[in-house]
């Protein structure tokens, strides 16, 4: 980005012309809802090809390619931009962003209890939840996503809320099944609109939130733990800002939430992967036998370094979007309030002009320091003041589970070539089944 625009003010007169990049035309009635359809991140790529690195989707809805705009666009949420586009249409840009100084405290809180060294605690506790996902299955032919989302949506829980909550982590995936109907269409609903799928999703997610605050006051009667022994018991230590029964939830549900879906998808790359380059899981055997008990990302630098190439290469939040709240403009472009912004970041990560060889499944790129050639275009988790607030434990939880996965098990894809490429609300291999049988002794 020049110096000519990192000098443009922020916020604008809204008697501004409405500037808007350009953008393919569209279709009579249907705009390019079609078209995108039909290939997403093929409509996507073609429009970068012909528009540049920021065009306009629709007359509401920009897209953004440049990292240093991307970068931008993070930086700025919470103030210009809400954290992330709404599910249903007609919901304020407030609604759910936890902006206010007491939930900032409530996230600072939970910062505190997903850092480096109270998830590397927690690795004993991750490792056994993936070996009781795994056991009752081995040897047969299983929906692998599934299987690895039941684990991970376990695996968090059990961190968030101890082990006697499997009430939560069931109500997780009620959740994330209803709302990943709305999610993966591109037509927003209002959520008082009176059809089925938007008030199953409204119910599930009711229904997520009463048992979450079911076990934070049940909590709070019995007492915080000291030390803590979960995430609940960090955000209910009575030292520092104290936070209310509302914002306790609110950061309970941001992180069960995103565990169901991130983590899982993740391993069933990594299985999907490992299927076609037998050599880099040869490389992750070698590590993983070379070590009685792996508990830190630090322990296993090579499946660490595999772990940030299938984030790289497959990330399953592959598109990212932000809402406008306030009148505004980012590089060249006038944005309003309600506009959205997204951002592909699979397309990012595949860039010739950020990646060497991009193409290529190349764990050494992160151990070699062969890194992005742009600041900004690698966004597995995000970037800015709302950035994934279960990196850390997202990070642990993949490479352990990797690790695990080669030393201690034997993985037989039986469909590999009939899982396409799917991007949805997620990036998957979309159907990939699997045996997955534990090694003899």
């Not at 990196?391 to 098990?409: E, F, K, T």
Request: net charge positive.
């Amino acid at each position: 980005m020049s110096d000519k625009q990192a000098t443009v003010p922020h916020h604008v007169d809204a008697s501004r012309e409405h500037r808007r990049p350009p953008g393919p035309p569209g279709r009579f009635l249907l705009g390019n809802t079609w078209d995108y359809e039909r290939d997403r991140i093929g409509f996507l790529r073609d429009c970068q090809r012909r528009y540049g690195d920021v065009f306009s989707f629709n007359r509401t809805t920009m897209v953004l390619l440049d990292p240093e705009l991307v970068h931008e666009l993070f930086a700025r949420t919470n103030t210009d931009f809400g954290a992330e586009v709404p599910i249903f249409r007609g919901v304020p840009p407030e609604a759910g962003a936890a902006v206010t100084p007491v939930a900032m405290a409530g996230r600072r809180k939970g910062w505190r209890g997903i850092n480096r060294t109270a998830v590397s605690a927690h690795a004993e506790r991750l490792l056994s939840r993936f070996h009781e996902a795994l056991r009752p299955v081995a040897g047969t032919p299983v929906d692998v996503l599934a299987l690895m989302k039941a684990f991970s949506v376990r695996a968090v829980t059990d961190y968030c809320l101890g082990p006697a909550a499997e009430d939560a982590a069931r109500a997780v995936e009620r959740a994330a099944a209803a709302t990943a109907v709305l999610m993966n269409s591109t037509v927003s609903l209002p959520r008082w609109l009176p059809v089925p799928r938007v008030r199953r999703a409204l119910r599930t997610e009711r229904d997520l939130r009463e048992i979450l605050l079911h076990h934070t006051r049940a909590r709070r009667r019995r007492g915080a733990a000291d030390p803590p022994e979960d995430l609940l018991d960090t955000l209910l230590d009575p030292t520092g800002t104290e936070i209310s029964d509302t914002v306790v939830v609110d950061a309970l549900t941001v992180l069960l939430r995103a565990s169901h879906g991130v983590p899982g998808a993740t391993l069933t790359w990594a299985i999907a992967v490992l299927a076609r380059h037998p050599e880099i899981a040869e490389r992750l055997r070698a590590e993983a036998a070379g070590l009685d008990t792996a508990r830190s990302v630090a322990d296993l630098p090579y499946t660490e370094a595999f772990v940030k190439e299938l984030l790289r290469a497959y990330p399953p939040t592959w598109l990212l979007g932000r809402e406008v709240r306030t009148d505004t403009v980012l590089g060249d472009w006038h944005l309003r309030p309600g506009d959205q912004v997204m951002v592909p970041v699979y397309l990012i990560h595949r860039d010739r002009r950020w990646w060497t060889d991009p193409e290529r499944i190349w764990p050494d790129r992160w151990l070699t320091k062969e890194l992005p050639h742009a600041r900004y275009a690698y966004l597995p988790f995000g970037a800015g003041p709302r950035i994934c607030l279960g990196n850390h434990l997202g990070m642990l939880q993949l490479v352990l589970a990797v690790s695990a996965l080669v030393r201690d098990y034997t993985v037989e894809v039986v469909n590999l070539d009939a899982a396409p490429l799917t991007p949805y609300a997620l990036l998957v291999p979309d159907g990939l089944r699997a045996r997955i049988t534990p090694v003899a002794g």
